[in-house]
């Protein structure tokens, strides 16, 4: 991962190009967040070439879909890292009968339950009501909750990157998520 986060309004710059389809926008938009998207692809794929192949496939869906980026509902990282973390999940569902390991299983049983979630968020993203409930959650199950689902942390690692226990840190999450939906759900 790279340990300078890329600027916004020059991200921004280069989905707008990339919407004109302008094919140096994408070079440089890769040369300057490829390797933080290819860490998180890795984070969740557990595997350097799944996690090369899926990086491709990332890019043509942001070249594809630039002009659905909008910098009023997410920061053009969070944008960018949700759909890699929805590609790498989906390339779990679609190999997960090739040689998956146990840890895999459970990630894309966890991706499966989770999709409910997702699937809201992205219902909702046309409207800033989700950007308030996450805002009223507290500091804690806000961050596992975006390090989670926006950067493909797993437990186990969001347990040792912020030095908690791991019971802990999941009932950050689930509780989050619970607050999340009660939210979320007037709108629904």
């Not at 290819?38 to 996690?51: C, G, K, Q, T």
């Not at 090369?52 to 997410?74: F, R």
């Not at 046309?126 to 009223?136: I, Y």
């Not at 908690?164 to 709108?187: F, S």
């Amino acid at each position: 991962m790279t340990s300078e986060t890329p600027d916004p309004t020059d991200l921004q710059a280069l989905l707008r190009h990339c919407q004109q389809q302008q094919p140096k926008a994408l070079k440089t938009l890769y040369k300057v967040t490829s390797s933080h998207l290819f860490a998180v692809l890795l984070r969740i794929l557990r595997n350097e070439s799944h996690a090369e192949d899926c990086l491709q496939q990332v890019y043509l869906k942001i070249w594809n879909n630039a002009g659905q980026y909008n910098p009023e509902i997410a920061r053009p990282m969070t944008w960018m890292n949700t759909i890699a973390r929805n590609q790498a999940l989906d390339w779990l569902r679609r190999h997960k009968n090739d040689q998956l390991n146990v840890s895999d299983e459970a990630l894309v049983q966890q991706a499966d339950h989770s999709s409910q979630t997702d699937n809201l968020a992205q219902q909702r993203q046309d409207s800033d009501h989700v950007h308030r409930c996450l805002q009223e959650l507290k500091d804690a199950q806000r961050q596992c909750i975006e390090l989670a689902y926006f950067e493909g942390y797993s437990h186990q690692e969001l347990s040792e990157r912020l030095d908690q226990p791991l019971g802990t840190v999941k009932t950050w999450i689930r509780r989050g998520l619970e607050r999340l939906k009660t939210c979320l759900n007037p709108i629904m």
